[in-house]
């Protein structure tokens, strides 16, 4: 069989898809032929956005849903089926992050962190999964994690804490949901250049941190296209319950 990264003919949502990795990775799937539909609770922004991808020839779609309101996620999936049909795969990127020592994180921080990044995860690939169940047809769940998920950083142990839940839970469902013909994997991106993060790596902190990744660089969103589309695309068909990390070699630098 030939390799092939082509989504044509595929419908995929895209959660957290507002801004940053998610409005990204809607782009990049859109430009391989999807059908997408971004979904986020910025709703006014997500029109923009999508009236933006459908300017690029992108076929787009927007969906309200907060990840936290199982209730928003049932009524959001509802409403992208209606617009273009079951959907074959879902991107779980909705997320938040906050740095704050652990002795500082008060109980409310906790639970938002926790409840976005884990348990919002959960409720989206498991509404996701019932539904290509019930449609007799195969899919594809990635769930967006973090080497921050297999090693840790200071100052984020409630972040870490839900991206290592989220790993461990990529690939129970994997084991559970491969019967159905649905893979699960997750991608776990390194340190990627964003808006958000851009001025901190421009300071001296920011550079040394820089420096102890081994191909002495930040990601780019670009490095992130190739992995996303293969996790994404028939071409992985033989893969389910991966954990694939984007990070210029940081996992494997030495302590």
């Given amino acids: ?18 801004s940053g990795l998610g ?15 971004l979904a986020a609770r910025r709703d006014s922004l997500l029109q923009e956005t999508v009236a933006d991808l459908r300017a690029r020839g992108v076929s787009a779609h927007s969906v309200p849903m907060d990840v936290r309101d199982p209730d928003s996620v049932t009524a959001a999936f509802d409403a992208a089926t209606r617009e273009v049909g079951v959907l074959d795969v879902v991107i779980n990127n ?3 992050s906050a740095t704050t020592a652990a002795l ?8 938002r962190v926790l409840d976005t ?17 019930e449609a007799g047809r195969g899919g594809t769940i990635v769930n967006v994690a973090s080497i921050l998920g297999l090693r840790v950083a200071g100052m984020l142990s ?12 990529t690939q129970a469902l ?9 893979r699960v994997n997750a991608l776990c991106p390194g340190y990627i250049e964003t808006d958000l993060n851009r001025d901190f790596f421009q300071t001296e902190a920011g ?18 296209d190739g992995p996303l589309l293969l996790l994404c695309s028939d071409s992985a068909a033989y893969m389910t319950g991966s954990i694939l990390a984007v990070d210029g070699g940081h996992l494997c630098s030495s302590l």
């Fill in 1 to 18: 069989m030939a390799l092939t990264c082509s989504l044509h003919g595929k419908n995929v949502l895209v959660t957290g898809a507002s």
């Fill in 23 to 37: 409005l990204h990775f809607a782009a990049t799937l859109g430009a391989a032929g999807a059908t997408v539909v």
């Fill in 94 to 96: 909705a997320g938040i």
């Fill in 104 to 111: 500082d994180i008060s109980h409310d921080e906790w639970t």
């Fill in 117 to 133: 990044n884990l348990t919002g995860c959960f409720t989206v690939a498991q509404q996701a999964a019932r539904r290509l169940k």
């Fill in 158 to 169: 409630h972040y870490a804490a839900a991206k290592a839940g989220l790993v461990q839970l």
């Fill in 174 to 182: 994997a084991l559970e949901w491969a019967r159905y013909r649905i």
């Fill in 207 to 224: 550079k040394a941190l820089i420096q102890r990744i081994p191909q002495r660089r930040l990601g780019q969103l670009a490095d992130l």
